[in-house]
């Protein structure tokens, strides 16, 4: 099973950028399709965007195309997410998970906090 943590998040102005990394344990990372999720306060966790298992096709919500960009280095068991233009509704909890999600592989996350 794959153990996933997550990490980049932090504090930054709207407009900003961060880059998200997701690092995997196991030896089947390559196999498994993968996605961001994210929490806000009081609401529920959402899909934010998704890579298939090469790499080759990526899928974003609506509220963050264009802003976002998902990827993944195989070789280095790592998923990443740049975010730029952020706004202050993109603070949330940032997860990284299989997808579809894996119940037993969500991780604590890691804190974006965007201020105006």
């Known amino acids: 099973q794959v153990q996933l943590v997550e990490s980049g998040g932090g504090l930054v102005q709207a407009g900003g950028s961060l880059r998200l990394s997701c690092a995997a344990s196991?030896?089947?990372?390559?196999?498994?399709?993968m996605a961001w999720f994210r929490q806000a306060p009081g609401k529920e966790r959402e899909f934010v965007a998704s890579i298939t298992w090469s790499g080759g096709t990526t899928f974003y919500a609506d509220s963050v195309k264009g802003r976002f960009t998902i990827s993944r280095d195989n070789a280095k068991n790592t998923m990443y997410l740049q975010m730029n233009s952020l706004k202050p509704e993109d603070t949330a909890v940032y997860y990284c998970?299989?997808?579809?999600?894996?119940?037993?592989?969500w991780g604590q996350g890691t804190q974006v906090t965007v201020s105006s």
């Open positions: 998970n299989a997808n579809p999600p894996v119940q037993a592989s």
């Open positions: 196991g030896r089947t990372f390559s196999s498994y399709a």
